[in-house]
């Protein structure tokens, strides 16, 4: 399946989304991966957990509880690197593989401003606070290989399908396929032209039609599947805060948002013992630029000074979009006789390009933070976090036709509300105070969000556990923190999909992404 079948999209019941999805479905998973944030911000708040709703005097509630911000009473600047890694298993067609890789990148960078105290006022001090932040970061790297026994489970046999299914006739393959050029108007052409779809005569000019068939049906195939994916959901914000009577902390943030999404997802299939082809595949390349904005509100108060609690509301994230898919069919010949006229074909469509806006889901939390001795010891601090993922949106004017725009927007929003449900993450941390020394510990439950068992994974099974830690040294004009956090989950995906469920093979993934953050600031 393509990311882009517009004009051919097959919608179905919830009981059949793994195996036959659309491009609604895509775009619903679409608006879903650009909104499942695990966590952010700096070392410190990384290492308890990513909790940020009771919290402050730190720079990450620039993207958490803006409100923190009131808690500064002198400026900051600080600057987070870090390391992003996966190590993920994948189990295809009963064999084990592992794919790993690391990426380094810029995850905070901050500048507090908090203004002078005005003792004359009940409003004790005002702060403003700009910074970057990556709410999410798309880096993954996953490898799966196997060797499939069944003699309808062919990447090769999709082509078929959905040759014969449209009723292409030999001259209509022909003519939407350029040797010279090494391109094809449709993916169908490509394979006809690198004879994964097998010509029905081969006399000339008298072209014949479907049933198409393929070469080495019956071989044993060994498939191997990769997919590398990179960029970040980030976003710049502008925070302003104040401090009532040293008990309550109101703060507002506006964030301006960018989405950078690159994937490219791979197959190979290479027949064992067969005469005709040493290998053919396919590859999807996906790139999507975005842009949006969204605000948020925060609250913090002290019940007494031992312990204190605190709320947040984000809104979601509106955005605009840009997306460019490109797909490249390739075969390499065994059989001498089989005289191919190029090894690799692009598939070249105009629809290849588009354009849509997205809206992710609106986000409350609330939290409480106690003090171990009077905080000289350090603190207990956990939080609740309310996402509604049924409020995902995706919508597009790129259609000529009005009401296709508005079909695409409906089948996406009842996609969203078939698939996702609402959730409630849970994160709890702790810090432990020696000296100049900070000592930290947190983890974080975020329960799936899939009403629905995909790609033969369960849908509990999608459920993700965030451990971490991190220790820090602050003085009164300098601070190191470092934190290590390791996320693990279940997901799984379809290299290629068939009529028949059975012929369909899926990879499931234990997907483990650690990250390593080190965060240094300066006060002034």
Request: proline fraction near 4%; avoid cysteine.
């Amino acid at each position: 399946m393509t990311k882009h079948s517009f004009f051919t999209v097959a919608f179905v019941v919830a009981s059949h989304l793994a195996f036959s999805q659309g491009a609604a479905f895509d775009y619903a998973d679409d608006a879903f991966r650009y909104s499942d944030f695990s966590q952010n911000g700096t070392a410190r708040f990384r290492g308890i957990g990513g909790n940020h709703a009771a919290l402050g005097g730190d720079a990450s509630n620039l993207s958490g509880n803006p409100a923190g911000l009131a808690f500064y009473n002198r400026s900051e600047l600080s600057i987070s690197p870090m390391f992003t890694s996966a190590n993920n298993q994948s189990t295809f067609l009963g064999q084990q593989t592992t794919g790993s890789g690391g990426k380094v990148s810029i995850g905070q960078l901050s500048l507090i401003l908090p203004g002078k105290v005005n003792g004359s006022s009940r409003w004790r001090r005002t702060s403003f606070g700009v910074g970057y932040s990556q709410s999410t970061n798309f880096f993954d790297y996953i490898d799966a290989r196997g060797l499939n026994n069944n003699p309808n489970s062919s990447i090769a046999q999709t082509y078929i399908n959905s040759a014969n299914s449209a009723q292409y006739s030999e001259t209509e393959l022909i003519n939407g396929f350029y040797p010279n050029d090494r391109q094809a108007d449709f993916k169908e052409a490509a394979a006809y032209g690198l004879y994964l779809i097998n010509p029905t005569t081969t006399t000339t000019p008298s072209y014949s039609g479907p049933p198409y068939t393929r070469y080495d049906a019956t071989t044993q195939k060994d498939q191997r599947s990769t997919i590398n994916r990179s960029g970040a959901h980030s976003q710049w914000t502008l925070a302003y805060s104040g401090n009532l009577d040293d008990k309550l902390y109101i703060g507002g943030s506006i964030a301006l948002t960018h989405l950078k999404y690159t994937s490219e997802v791979i197959f190979l299939e290479t027949p064992v013992n067969g005469k005709t082809f040493a290998n053919y595949g396919q590859t999807n390349g996906l790139n999507i630029t975005g842009s949006g904005i969204n605000a948020s509100l925060g609250v913090i108060y002290k019940l007494i000074p031992q312990l204190q609690i605190g709320a947040t509301f984000i809104s979601p994230t509106f955005s605009s979009a840009n997306e460019t898919f490109s797909q490249t069919l390739s075969a390499v010949a065994k059989d001498p006789n089989l005289h191919l006229t190029t090894n690799y074909v692009d598939v070249v469509d105009p629809s290849n390009d588009f354009t849509y806006s997205l809206q992710t889901p609106l986000r409350a939390s609330g939290g409480a933070t106690y003090f171990i001795g009077n905080g000289k010891i350090g603190f207990l601090t956990a939080t609740a976090e309310y996402v509604n993922y049924q409020g995902m949106r995706v919508r597009t004017s790129s259609f000529t036709n009005q009401q296709d725009n508005i079909d695409f927007r409906n089948d996406v929003k009842r996609f969203v509300q078939e698939t996702y449900q609402n959730v409630v993450n849970v994160r709890a941390g702790a810090e432990i105070r020696a000296g100049l020394l900070r000592l930290r510990a947190g983890v974080a439950y975020l329960p799936s969000a899939y009403k629905v068992d995909l790609d033969r994974v369960a849908k509990a099974d999608r459920s993700k556990l965030l451990l971490s830690a991190g220790l820090g040294v602050r003085n009164d004009r300098f601070f190191a923190d470092v934190s290590g956090s390791y996320l693990t989950y279940k997901s799984g995906y379809s290299p290629f999909e068939l009529p028949n469920s059975a012929d369909t093979p899926t990879v499931a993934t234990n997907n483990r992404s650690a990250n390593l953050m080190l965060s240094l600031g300066v006060f002034f």
